[in-house]
């Protein structure tokens, strides 16, 4: 099973439901809608997915820390191992 079929799902059924509603509220404005006005719509929309969130820090007033390259880690007793040792520089 793919994973992403379900999500593909839910989208396209929530997509559904709001053009339904939408065209609900057209029909009672006075609007005049046609099947092939219809036609021309697809539930499959995508563009207002945002898959990774919108994060704003310059609303909240924060500003970041200033970046800093410097690992405070003591690489020293890495340095000193046998670099023949079993092991060394495997992945695990």
């Not at 053009?19 to 219809?38: F, K, M, N």
């Amino acid at each position: 099973m793919k994973f992403n079929a379900p999500l593909t799902n839910a989208v396209i059924f929530h997509n559904a439901l709001d053009i339904a509603e939408i065209v609900r509220q057209l029909l009672e404005e006075g609007w005049t809608i046609e099947p092939e006005d219809l036609a021309h719509i697809s539930p499959y929309l995508t563009e207002h997915i945002n898959r990774f969130g919108k994060y704003s820090t310059h609303e909240l007033g924060i500003q970041p820390q200033a970046y800093d390259p410097k690992l405070d880690v003591d690489f020293t007793p890495l340095r000193e191992q046998d670099p023949t040792a079993a092991g060394f520089g495997q992945a695990a």
